[in-house]
């Protein structure tokens, strides 16, 4: 994703990473599995696609939900 979405998108998935900690180590696994590989499928995608692919990972309710249902610390957006 070049341009200027390269710190948003690493920001991001380091933000999903870091709430990841929080989960059971075999969830946490495979979530860091699918994270990865999302993420990588979407490396190469133009501008418009990876604002639509920014756009619904930060207004997944699971960078809020996920710390609250595992007691993890909160992330504000």
Known sequence: MPGPHVS??????????QLHRVL???LK??????VKDEFRRHK??????AQRFLQEWEASG?????PKTF???????
Do not use: C, I, M, N
């Not at 190469?44 to 696609?49: H, L, N, R």
């Open 29 to 34: 696994a495979l979530g860091d599995q699918y």
């Open 8 to 17: 948003r998108v690493r920001a991001l998935y380091k933000r999903v990473l």
């Open 24 to 26: 059971p180590p075999d």
């Open 62 to 66: 699971a960078l809020v939900s996920l």
């Open 44 to 49: 190469a995608v133009g501008s418009d696609e």
């Open 71 to 77: 007691g993890g610390p909160s992330v504000s957006r």
